[in-house]
Protein backbone atom coordinates (compact mmCIF):
# COMPACT_ATOMS: atom_id res chain seq x y z
CA UNK A 1 0.00 0.00 0.00
CA UNK A 2 2.81 2.49 0.74
CA UNK A 3 6.03 0.95 -0.37
CA UNK A 4 6.11 3.35 -3.71
CA UNK A 5 5.61 6.09 -1.63
CA UNK A 6 8.54 5.52 0.26
CA UNK A 7 10.36 4.10 -2.49
CA UNK A 8 10.20 0.49 -1.51
CA UNK A 9 10.18 -2.78 -3.38
CA UNK A 10 7.70 -4.53 -0.44
CA UNK A 11 6.11 -3.77 2.92
CA UNK A 12 8.79 -4.22 5.02
CA UNK A 13 6.86 -5.34 8.29
CA UNK A 14 4.24 -7.87 6.91
CA UNK A 15 3.44 -10.47 9.66
CA UNK A 16 3.51 -13.95 7.73
CA UNK A 17 6.62 -15.75 8.60
CA UNK A 18 8.92 -14.70 5.31
CA UNK A 19 12.69 -16.23 5.80
CA UNK A 20 13.60 -13.53 3.29
CA UNK A 21 13.21 -11.09 5.91
CA UNK A 22 14.19 -13.65 8.98
CA UNK A 23 16.88 -11.66 11.31
CA UNK A 24 19.41 -13.62 12.99
CA UNK A 25 20.26 -12.14 16.23
CA UNK A 26 22.49 -13.86 18.76
CA UNK A 27 19.97 -15.46 20.53
CA UNK A 28 17.97 -16.15 16.92
CA UNK A 29 21.33 -18.14 15.73
CA UNK A 30 21.89 -20.14 18.23
CA UNK A 31 18.60 -21.47 18.59
CA UNK A 32 19.25 -22.23 14.52
CA UNK A 33 22.48 -24.06 14.85
CA UNK A 34 21.29 -25.93 17.82
CA UNK A 35 18.43 -27.72 16.07
CA UNK A 36 20.45 -28.07 12.92
CA UNK A 37 22.44 -29.88 14.87
CA UNK A 38 20.27 -31.75 16.88
CA UNK A 39 18.58 -32.73 14.04
CA UNK A 40 21.57 -33.86 11.34
CA UNK A 41 23.17 -35.71 14.30
CA UNK A 42 19.50 -37.47 15.74
CA UNK A 43 19.99 -36.42 19.35
CA UNK A 44 16.15 -37.02 19.97
CA UNK A 45 13.98 -34.45 21.84
CA UNK A 46 14.84 -30.91 21.57
CA UNK A 47 12.89 -27.87 22.85
CA UNK A 48 12.90 -24.23 21.47
CA UNK A 49 11.13 -21.50 24.13
CA UNK A 50 10.33 -18.10 23.30
CA UNK A 51 8.20 -15.39 23.86
CA UNK A 52 4.99 -14.89 22.14
CA UNK A 53 5.75 -12.63 18.54
CA UNK A 54 9.94 -13.39 18.81
CA UNK A 55 9.59 -15.08 15.63
CA UNK A 56 9.78 -19.08 15.88
CA UNK A 57 8.03 -19.88 12.99
CA UNK A 58 9.98 -17.77 10.74
CA UNK A 59 12.69 -19.30 12.41
CA UNK A 60 11.03 -23.01 11.77
CA UNK A 61 10.73 -21.63 8.09
CA UNK A 62 14.69 -20.35 7.85
CA UNK A 63 15.83 -24.16 9.48
CA UNK A 64 13.62 -25.75 7.38
CA UNK A 65 14.91 -24.16 4.13
CA UNK A 66 18.59 -24.85 5.14
CA UNK A 67 18.26 -28.81 6.45
CA UNK A 68 19.66 -31.58 4.19
CA UNK A 69 17.69 -32.84 1.46
CA UNK A 70 17.77 -36.05 3.24
CA UNK A 71 15.87 -34.63 6.64
CA UNK A 72 12.28 -35.61 6.08
CA UNK A 73 10.40 -33.54 8.34
CA UNK A 74 6.74 -33.19 8.98
CA UNK A 75 5.55 -29.51 10.53
CA UNK A 76 2.61 -29.41 12.84
CA UNK A 77 1.17 -26.56 13.84
CA UNK A 78 -2.32 -27.12 14.73
CA UNK A 79 -1.69 -28.56 18.72
CA UNK A 80 -5.72 -28.89 19.47
CA UNK A 81 -5.98 -32.13 17.92
CA UNK A 82 -5.73 -35.59 19.84
CA UNK A 83 -3.17 -37.68 19.31
CA UNK A 84 -3.98 -40.18 16.59
CA UNK A 85 -5.24 -36.81 14.36
CA UNK A 86 -1.76 -35.57 15.08
CA UNK A 87 -0.05 -38.98 13.86
CA UNK A 88 -2.62 -39.09 10.71
CA UNK A 89 -1.58 -35.77 10.27
CA UNK A 90 2.45 -36.11 10.44
CA UNK A 91 2.51 -39.46 7.73
CA UNK A 92 0.59 -37.35 5.26
CA UNK A 93 3.13 -34.53 5.76
CA UNK A 94 5.82 -37.50 5.48
CA UNK A 95 4.20 -38.85 2.35
CA UNK A 96 2.74 -41.72 4.25
CA UNK A 97 -0.76 -42.08 4.61
CA UNK A 98 -3.34 -44.41 6.25
CA UNK A 99 -6.90 -45.11 5.83
CA UNK A 100 -7.47 -46.94 9.39
CA UNK A 101 -7.68 -45.07 12.28
CA UNK A 102 -7.16 -47.23 14.68
CA UNK A 103 -3.86 -46.43 16.40
CA UNK A 104 -2.05 -49.64 16.13
CA UNK A 105 -2.45 -49.44 12.39
CA UNK A 106 -0.97 -45.71 12.69
CA UNK A 107 2.20 -46.41 14.59
CA UNK A 108 2.78 -49.18 12.82
CA UNK A 109 2.56 -47.14 9.22
CA UNK A 110 5.07 -44.79 11.55
CA UNK A 111 7.47 -47.76 12.17
CA UNK A 112 7.97 -48.80 9.08
CA UNK A 113 8.23 -45.84 7.43
CA UNK A 114 11.26 -44.60 9.95
CA UNK A 115 12.94 -47.96 9.57
CA UNK A 116 12.82 -47.22 5.71
CA UNK A 117 14.57 -43.83 6.26
CA UNK A 118 16.81 -45.13 8.14
CA UNK A 119 17.85 -47.87 5.82
CA UNK A 120 18.20 -45.38 3.49
CA UNK A 121 20.85 -43.16 5.50
CA UNK A 122 18.11 -40.33 5.71
CA UNK A 123 16.63 -38.71 9.08
CA UNK A 124 12.70 -38.31 10.16
CA UNK A 125 11.76 -35.46 12.52
CA UNK A 126 8.67 -34.37 13.64
CA UNK A 127 8.49 -30.94 14.39
CA UNK A 128 5.60 -29.36 16.58
CA UNK A 129 5.15 -25.80 16.89
CA UNK A 130 2.73 -24.06 20.00
CA UNK A 131 3.56 -27.01 21.58
CA UNK A 132 2.25 -25.36 24.85
CA UNK A 133 -1.14 -26.82 23.77
CA UNK A 134 -0.59 -30.31 24.75
CA UNK A 135 -1.86 -32.12 27.21
CA UNK A 136 0.04 -34.39 29.73
CA UNK A 137 -1.14 -37.78 28.00
CA UNK A 138 -0.14 -36.35 24.68
CA UNK A 139 3.76 -35.64 25.71
CA UNK A 140 3.76 -38.92 27.35
CA UNK A 141 2.92 -40.48 24.00
CA UNK A 142 4.82 -38.39 22.15
CA UNK A 143 7.49 -39.77 24.57
CA UNK A 144 6.90 -43.33 23.89
CA UNK A 145 7.53 -42.11 20.21
CA UNK A 146 10.84 -41.63 21.00
CA UNK A 147 11.59 -44.72 21.84
CA UNK A 148 11.78 -45.93 18.24
CA UNK A 149 15.67 -46.15 17.86
CA UNK A 150 18.31 -48.63 17.11
CA UNK A 151 21.11 -49.52 19.10
CA UNK A 152 23.38 -46.47 17.48
CA UNK A 153 20.56 -44.33 16.32
CA UNK A 154 16.72 -42.20 17.29
CA UNK A 155 15.01 -43.14 14.40
CA UNK A 156 12.18 -40.03 14.93
CA UNK A 157 13.69 -36.67 15.99
CA UNK A 158 11.08 -34.59 17.43
CA UNK A 159 11.17 -31.05 18.11
CA UNK A 160 8.98 -29.03 21.08
CA UNK A 161 8.40 -25.55 19.83
CA UNK A 162 6.37 -22.91 22.36
CA UNK A 163 5.87 -20.32 24.32
CA UNK A 164 7.49 -19.98 28.22
CA UNK A 165 4.13 -21.69 29.27
CA UNK A 166 5.73 -24.83 27.88
CA UNK A 167 8.64 -24.99 29.87
CA UNK A 168 6.67 -24.27 32.65
CA UNK A 169 4.34 -27.06 32.02
CA UNK A 170 7.26 -29.32 31.58
CA UNK A 171 8.75 -28.26 34.79
CA UNK A 172 5.78 -30.69 36.23
CA UNK A 173 6.70 -33.42 38.48
CA UNK A 174 4.11 -35.67 36.66
CA UNK A 175 6.05 -35.37 33.33
CA UNK A 176 9.54 -35.73 34.32
CA UNK A 177 10.03 -38.28 32.18
CA UNK A 178 9.47 -36.59 29.48
CA UNK A 179 11.85 -33.55 30.48
CA UNK A 180 14.66 -35.71 30.76
CA UNK A 181 15.21 -36.76 27.01
CA UNK A 182 14.99 -33.01 26.07
CA UNK A 183 18.89 -33.24 24.39
CA UNK A 184 19.11 -29.97 22.76
CA UNK A 185 16.94 -26.72 24.83
CA UNK A 186 17.27 -23.45 22.94
CA UNK A 187 16.29 -19.97 24.87
CA UNK A 188 15.23 -16.37 22.48
CA UNK A 189 15.16 -14.00 24.81
CA UNK A 190 13.53 -10.47 23.44
CA UNK A 191 16.06 -7.97 21.38
CA UNK A 192 18.20 -4.99 23.15
CA UNK A 193 17.31 -1.37 21.83
CA UNK A 194 20.42 -1.67 19.80
CA UNK A 195 19.29 -5.59 17.56
CA UNK A 196 16.16 -3.77 17.92
CA UNK A 197 17.46 -1.13 15.60
CA UNK A 198 19.29 -3.07 13.62
CA UNK A 199 16.34 -5.79 13.53
CA UNK A 200 14.27 -2.59 11.53
CA UNK A 201 17.51 -1.88 9.46
CA UNK A 202 17.60 -4.99 8.39
CA UNK A 203 14.15 -5.43 6.86
CA UNK A 204 13.76 -2.11 5.07
CA UNK A 205 17.40 -2.89 3.12
CA UNK A 206 15.52 -6.14 2.36
CA UNK A 207 12.42 -4.31 1.18
CA UNK A 208 14.84 -2.10 -0.11
CA UNK A 209 14.69 0.82 1.76
CA UNK A 210 16.59 2.79 4.99
CA UNK A 211 16.64 3.38 8.33
CA UNK A 212 16.31 7.16 7.72
CA UNK A 213 12.49 6.81 6.84
CA UNK A 214 11.76 6.98 10.55
CA UNK A 215 13.06 10.14 12.47
CA UNK A 216 15.24 9.24 15.62
CA UNK A 217 12.60 10.29 17.58
CA UNK A 218 10.22 7.91 16.43
CA UNK A 219 12.47 5.30 16.28
CA UNK A 220 12.75 6.02 19.77
CA UNK A 221 9.64 5.90 20.80
CA UNK A 222 8.98 2.69 18.69
CA UNK A 223 11.74 0.87 20.13
CA UNK A 224 10.82 1.28 23.88
CA UNK A 225 7.28 0.70 22.83
CA UNK A 226 8.09 -2.96 20.74
CA UNK A 227 10.00 -4.19 24.49
CA UNK A 228 12.33 -5.71 22.17
CA UNK A 229 9.43 -8.30 20.41
CA UNK A 230 10.09 -8.50 17.03
CA UNK A 231 5.98 -8.83 15.76
CA UNK A 232 5.23 -5.64 18.24
CA UNK A 233 8.10 -3.81 16.39
CA UNK A 234 6.19 -4.87 12.64
CA UNK A 235 3.17 -3.86 13.76
CA UNK A 236 4.05 -0.11 15.77
CA UNK A 237 6.05 0.55 12.53
CA UNK A 238 3.33 -0.43 9.73
CA UNK A 239 0.91 1.74 11.29
CA UNK A 240 3.30 4.18 11.75
CA UNK A 241 4.48 4.60 8.21
CA UNK A 242 0.82 3.96 7.34
CA UNK A 243 -0.16 7.10 8.89
CA UNK A 244 2.23 8.97 7.58
CA UNK A 245 1.61 7.98 3.66
CA UNK A 246 -1.98 9.75 4.54
CA UNK A 247 -0.22 12.54 5.67
CA UNK A 248 2.07 12.64 2.94
CA UNK A 249 4.86 12.90 4.67
CA UNK A 250 8.54 11.75 3.56
CA UNK A 251 9.57 10.72 6.63
CA UNK A 252 7.90 9.33 10.17
CA UNK A 253 7.78 11.49 12.51
CA UNK A 254 7.26 11.43 16.55
CA UNK A 255 3.73 12.28 15.41
CA UNK A 256 3.18 9.14 13.51
CA UNK A 257 4.55 6.96 16.33
CA UNK A 258 3.09 8.17 18.76
CA UNK A 259 -0.42 7.81 16.78
CA UNK A 260 0.56 3.93 15.74
CA UNK A 261 1.19 3.46 19.37
CA UNK A 262 -1.84 4.94 21.01
CA UNK A 263 -3.64 2.58 18.46
CA UNK A 264 -1.99 -0.67 19.03
CA UNK A 265 -2.93 0.29 22.80
CA UNK A 266 -6.90 0.55 21.91
CA UNK A 267 -7.02 4.02 22.95
CA UNK A 268 -10.32 4.67 20.87
CA UNK A 269 -10.40 6.90 17.42
CA UNK A 270 -6.87 8.70 16.25
CA UNK A 271 -5.99 11.94 15.08
CA UNK A 272 -2.94 12.70 13.77
CA UNK A 273 -3.59 16.87 14.52
CA UNK A 274 -3.07 17.76 17.86
CA UNK A 275 -6.36 18.48 19.97
CA UNK A 276 -7.78 20.23 22.94
CA UNK A 277 -7.20 17.85 25.79
CA UNK A 278 -10.40 16.11 26.95
CA UNK A 279 -11.07 16.03 30.82
CA UNK A 280 -13.89 13.61 31.29
CA UNK A 281 -16.24 13.86 34.82
CA UNK A 282 -14.65 11.31 35.91
CA UNK A 283 -11.65 12.91 36.07
CA UNK A 284 -9.79 13.92 39.39
CA UNK A 285 -9.63 17.35 40.57
CA UNK A 286 -5.68 17.33 40.45
CA UNK A 287 -6.22 16.30 36.52
CA UNK A 288 -7.86 19.73 35.98
CA UNK A 289 -6.04 22.57 34.68
CA UNK A 290 -5.69 25.89 36.90
CA UNK A 291 -8.47 27.51 35.10
CA UNK A 292 -10.96 25.27 35.42
CA UNK A 293 -9.89 25.08 39.66
CA UNK A 294 -10.31 28.89 39.26
CA UNK A 295 -14.06 28.35 37.57
CA UNK A 296 -14.82 26.02 39.74
CA UNK A 297 -14.62 27.96 42.97
CA UNK A 298 -16.15 30.93 41.18
CA UNK A 299 -19.54 28.55 40.61
CA UNK A 300 -19.35 27.50 44.27
CA UNK A 301 -19.21 31.19 45.43
CA UNK A 302 -21.86 31.98 43.02
CA UNK A 303 -24.20 29.30 44.44
CA UNK A 304 -23.22 30.22 47.90
CA UNK A 305 -24.07 33.77 47.51
CA UNK A 306 -27.46 33.08 45.15
CA UNK A 307 -28.77 30.27 47.13
CA UNK A 308 -27.67 30.15 50.26
CA UNK A 309 -29.66 27.94 53.15
CA UNK A 310 -31.88 31.43 53.42
CA UNK A 311 -29.50 33.69 54.75
CA UNK A 312 -28.44 35.72 51.79
CA UNK A 313 -31.05 36.47 49.10
CA UNK A 314 -32.85 33.62 49.24
CA UNK A 315 -34.87 30.76 51.51
CA UNK A 316 -34.02 27.11 51.99
CA UNK A 317 -37.87 26.42 51.71
CA UNK A 318 -39.37 28.71 48.78
CA UNK A 319 -43.29 27.35 49.97
CA UNK A 320 -42.62 28.92 53.54
CA UNK A 321 -43.89 32.00 54.68
CA UNK A 322 -41.63 35.06 54.81
CA UNK A 323 -40.63 35.80 58.78
CA UNK A 324 -41.42 38.80 59.41
CA UNK A 325 -38.98 41.26 60.69
CA UNK A 326 -39.75 43.37 63.64
CA UNK A 327 -39.15 46.58 62.17
CA UNK A 328 -42.00 46.23 59.85
CA UNK A 329 -44.45 45.07 62.99
CA UNK A 330 -43.72 48.22 64.72
CA UNK A 331 -44.71 50.88 61.71
CA UNK A 332 -47.89 48.62 61.07
CA UNK A 333 -48.94 49.25 65.09
CA UNK A 334 -48.25 53.31 64.53
CA UNK A 335 -50.00 53.54 61.31
CA UNK A 336 -52.99 52.18 62.86
CA UNK A 337 -52.94 54.83 65.73
CA UNK A 338 -55.42 57.61 65.70
CA UNK A 339 -54.01 61.00 64.37
CA UNK A 340 -54.46 64.39 66.79
CA UNK A 341 -56.56 66.57 64.05
CA UNK A 342 -53.37 68.42 62.47
CA UNK A 343 -52.00 65.25 60.57
CA UNK A 344 -49.30 64.53 63.16
CA UNK A 345 -49.73 60.99 64.88
CA UNK A 346 -51.16 60.75 67.99
CA UNK A 347 -48.35 59.86 71.14
CA UNK A 348 -48.59 55.51 71.60
CA UNK A 349 -51.06 54.56 74.54
CA UNK A 350 -48.98 54.99 77.59
CA UNK A 351 -49.56 50.97 78.44
CA UNK A 352 -46.54 49.35 76.69
CA UNK A 353 -47.34 47.12 73.62
CA UNK A 354 -47.16 43.46 74.26
CA UNK A 355 -43.20 42.18 73.27
CA UNK A 356 -43.68 39.84 70.24
CA UNK A 357 -41.49 36.90 69.51
CA UNK A 358 -39.73 37.44 66.37
CA UNK A 359 -38.21 34.00 65.02
CA UNK A 360 -35.03 34.76 63.15
CA UNK A 361 -33.73 33.05 60.41
CA UNK A 362 -31.07 30.65 60.99
CA UNK A 363 -27.77 32.71 60.32
CA UNK A 364 -25.82 30.95 57.51
CA UNK A 365 -21.99 31.48 56.89
CA UNK A 366 -20.66 34.87 56.79
CA UNK A 367 -19.41 35.57 53.16
CA UNK A 368 -15.90 35.61 53.82
CA UNK A 369 -16.59 32.12 55.29
CA UNK A 370 -18.79 30.89 52.36
CA UNK A 371 -15.61 31.93 49.87
CA UNK A 372 -13.48 30.01 52.04
CA UNK A 373 -15.76 26.44 51.74
CA UNK A 374 -16.25 26.80 48.26
CA UNK A 375 -12.57 27.35 47.14
CA UNK A 376 -11.93 24.55 50.50
CA UNK A 377 -13.94 22.16 48.15
CA UNK A 378 -11.66 22.55 44.66
CA UNK A 379 -8.74 20.02 45.76
CA UNK A 380 -5.22 21.60 45.12
CA UNK A 381 -3.07 20.75 41.98
CA UNK A 382 -0.92 17.50 42.33
CA UNK A 383 2.43 18.08 43.16
CA UNK A 384 4.96 17.48 40.83
CA UNK A 385 6.49 14.05 39.99
CA UNK A 386 9.53 14.04 41.48
CA UNK A 387 13.27 14.06 39.84
CA UNK A 388 14.72 11.22 38.54
CA UNK A 389 17.26 10.05 35.71
CA UNK A 390 17.15 7.64 32.85
CA UNK A 391 19.60 4.92 31.94
CA UNK A 392 19.98 2.01 29.90
CA UNK A 393 20.08 -1.21 31.81
CA UNK A 394 23.22 -3.33 30.83
CA UNK A 395 24.13 -7.02 30.47
CA UNK A 396 24.36 -9.14 33.15
CA UNK A 397 22.57 -7.30 36.68
CA UNK A 398 19.21 -7.10 38.40
CA UNK A 399 17.66 -4.33 39.64
CA UNK A 400 18.57 -4.45 43.07
CA UNK A 401 22.13 -4.45 41.73
CA UNK A 402 21.40 -1.09 40.06
CA UNK A 403 20.00 -0.06 43.65
CA UNK A 404 22.98 -0.96 45.36
CA UNK A 405 25.50 0.85 42.34
CA UNK A 406 23.85 4.24 42.09
CA UNK A 407 22.39 4.37 45.60
CA UNK A 408 24.54 2.31 47.78
CA UNK A 409 21.61 0.07 49.36
CA UNK A 410 18.78 -1.15 47.99
CA UNK A 411 16.14 -1.25 50.91
CA UNK A 412 12.24 -2.32 49.57
CA UNK A 413 11.13 1.65 50.28
CA UNK A 414 13.69 2.64 47.56
CA UNK A 415 12.90 -0.28 45.28
CA UNK A 416 9.13 0.43 45.31
CA UNK A 417 10.16 3.93 44.51
CA UNK A 418 11.46 2.51 41.17
CA UNK A 419 8.97 0.06 40.43
CA UNK A 420 6.68 2.99 40.87
CA UNK A 421 8.24 5.27 38.42
CA UNK A 422 8.76 2.18 36.26
CA UNK A 423 5.56 0.51 35.97
CA UNK A 424 6.60 -1.86 33.14
CA UNK A 425 8.75 -3.79 35.70
CA UNK A 426 6.23 -6.95 36.54
CA UNK A 427 8.93 -8.48 37.95
CA UNK A 428 11.64 -6.95 40.04
CA UNK A 429 13.84 -10.36 39.26
CA UNK A 430 13.81 -10.10 34.95
CA UNK A 431 14.49 -6.85 33.76
CA UNK A 432 15.82 -6.91 30.17
CA UNK A 433 19.36 -5.07 29.22
CA UNK A 434 19.08 -2.36 26.94
CA UNK A 435 15.60 -1.31 28.39
CA UNK A 436 15.60 1.96 30.03
CA UNK A 437 14.84 2.80 33.46
CA UNK A 438 13.88 5.79 35.62
CA UNK A 439 15.76 6.07 38.91
CA UNK A 440 14.20 8.48 41.58
CA UNK A 441 16.40 11.16 43.33
CA UNK A 442 16.77 9.86 46.87
CA UNK A 443 17.85 12.33 49.81
CA UNK A 444 20.37 11.62 52.27
CA UNK A 445 17.47 11.27 55.29
CA UNK A 446 15.55 8.73 52.42
CA UNK A 447 19.00 6.25 53.22
CA UNK A 448 18.78 3.69 55.65
CA UNK A 449 20.35 4.43 58.87
Not at 43 to 71: F, H, N
Not at 168 to 173: E, F, I, V
Not at 371 to 379: G, L, W
Request: glycine residues 6%; contains cysteine.
Amino acid sequence: MYASHFGLAAEPFSLTPDPAFFYLSPDHAEALAGLKIGLESRRGLMLMIAEVGMGKTTLLYSMLDQLDPRVHTAYLSNTRLSFDDLLRQALTDFGRSCANRDRVDLLNALNAFLHERASAGETAALIIDEAQNLDEATFEDLRLLSNYETYTDKLLQIVLVGQPELDTKLARPSLRQVTERVAVRCHINPLTTAESLRYLEHRLRVAGGSIDVFTPAALRLLVWKARGIPRRLNILCHSAMLFAYGRGAARVSFREARAAVREKQGRGLVTINPRRRFVSASSTPSDAQPWRIAAAAAAGIAFVLGYGGGYIGGRSDPDAPLAAPTRIIRMNEAAAAPSNGDGALAAPAVEAPKAETVEAPTPGPSPERAVEQAVATVAEPAPAPPEFREIVVPRGTSLSALAQQYYGEGGPKLMQRIRDLNPQILDADHIYAGDRLRLPAVDETDRPR
